[in-house]
């Protein structure tokens, strides 16, 4: 952009933000939802809070209200703010993940419909008209080259897993890219803590799969906090050392479950702590009055909430007891 864009530029969004903070789920509204005496009123808990009616006994179109919320979120906010790239930061990987739909499917020689997510930058009809129709020149051209590079490793792997591995190493590269145009301090650390949830997630995985090091080697991302080799050694040594190296890190208790998800605990309490800690550096933003952060910080904790209803109505509705989905819960921004 041609002028600096400055903090400052920021304090009309920024309060308008403050403001949209208070309709957030907080804790004692998911706990009135846990408490609700029927579905019913779980729903009309949500309408107060600006949902439409959602029923979890119709997931497909429950995701699809949810998805619309989102988009109109999104929507709402791209016009106030000065840099259309934060709002783009929660589109990208969407698109990764419709290209990793569009491959997958080709390959199966599926239709990918049912499998795509239109939330992203490009329109899935427009993204999977490209790739499938060999006009990748159409799309942005990270896209485009990282379609090219994993359709190439499908093609001659034939291992979907691979061409994943392929596609995340494009959009973390994209994402931190974003945060060095951007000149973001607070981007940048939502990009390296993303970067390390998803690196410790790779760790436990493989370990607890038996995979090699030289599979690790090729799942981990460059970019975290955590340097890679010293995620190796602990790899390499089956788990031993686990706590100890993300015992300095926001990720510690993270890893605690890590090391008991090895011992047979459970990958579900360890995947929320991963969320979590994710989550505890974006809290950070309530206390930044005005800049990027607070919009970035407010889109993401509206991301933790779309997964946190899904948890609550799902869990509800399959009838699991109260403490088994508040311990699924995502830790909230409010």
């Known amino acids: 952009m041609a002028n600096k864009i400055k903090d400052t530029d920021y304090l009309a969004i920024s309060a308008r933000i403050k403001a949209m903070e208070t309709g957030l789920l907080s804790r004692e509204r998911m706990e009135q939802i846990l408490d609700a005496k029927n579905s019913e009123e779980a729903v009309k808990i949500l309408q107060e809070c600006g949902y439409p009616e959602l029923d979890a006994r119709d997931p497909e179109a429950m995701d699809a209200a949810l998805s619309a919320a989102r988009e109109a979120t999104l929507a709402d906010l791209t016009g106030g703010a000065p840099d259309p790239r934060y709002i783009d930061i929660f589109k990208l990987k969407y698109d990764?993940?419709?290209?990793?739909?569009?491959?997958?499917?080709?390959?199966?020689?599926?239709?990918?419909?049912?499998?795509?997510?239109?939330?992203?930058?490009?329109?899935?009809?427009?993204?999977?008209?490209?790739?499938?129709?060999?006009?990748?020149?159409?799309?942005?051209?990270?896209?485009?080259?990282?379609?090219?590079?994993?359709?190439?490793?499908?093609?001659?792997?034939?291992?979907?897993?691979?061409?994943?591995?392929?596609l995340d190493r494009w959009c973390y590269q994209e994402m931190i890219q974003a945060a060095e145009d951007t000149g973001?301090?607070?981007?940048?650390?939502?990009?390296?803590?993303?970067?390390?949830?998803?690196?410790?997630?790779?760790?436990?995985?493989?370990?607890?799969?038996?995979?090699?090091?030289?599979?690790?080697?090729?799942?981990?991302?460059?970019?975290?906090?955590?340097?890679?080799?010293?995620?190796?050694?602990?790899?390499?040594?089956?788990?031993?050392?686990?706590?100890?190296?993300?015992?300095?890190?926001?990720?510690?208790?993270?890893?605690?479950?890590?090391?008991?998800?090895?011992?047979?605990?459970?990958?579900?309490?360890?995947?929320?702590?991963?969320?979590?800690?994710?989550?505890?550096?974006?809290?950070?933003?309530?206390?930044?009055p005005f800049g990027e952060a607070p919009l970035l910080g407010y889109l993401a904790a509206r991301e933790t909430e779309y997964t946190n209803i899904r948890i609550l109505l799902m869990g509800r509705g399959a009838g699991l007891p109260a403490d088994v989905i508040r311990s699924r819960l995502r830790a909230g921004y409010v």
């Not at 795509?116 to 990270?142: C, S």
């Not at 995985?205 to 981990?220: D, P």
């Not at 300095?248 to 579900?268: D, M, N």
Request: proline share 3%; net charge negative.
């Open 184 to 288: 973001s301090a607070f981007l940048a650390g939502y990009v390296q803590a993303q970067i390390d949830a998803s690196n410790l997630r790779s760790l436990v995985r493989t370990i607890r799969m038996g995979k090699s090091v030289e599979f690790l080697k090729a799942v981990l991302m460059e970019g975290g906090d955590v340097e890679t080799s010293a995620m190796i050694s602990v790899g390499a040594a089956g788990g031993t050392g686990l706590t100890e190296l993300y015992a300095p890190t926001r990720f510690q208790s993270a890893a605690e479950a890590g090391a008991e998800a090895l011992r047979g605990g459970s990958l579900t309490e360890f995947e929320k702590r991963c969320d979590d800690a994710v989550g505890d550096y974006l809290a950070g933003a309530q206390f930044v």
């Open 96 to 166: 990764y993940h419709n290209v990793k739909s569009i491959l997958k499917a080709q390959a199966m020689n599926v239709s990918p419909d049912r499998m795509l997510m239109d939330m992203g930058r490009v329109p899935a009809a427009v993204l999977k008209d490209a790739i499938l129709g060999g006009k990748l020149d159409e799309l942005p051209e990270n896209l485009a080259n990282a379609a090219a590079e994993a359709k190439d490793t499908l093609d001659a792997a034939r291992d979907p897993q691979l061409s994943d591995i392929v």
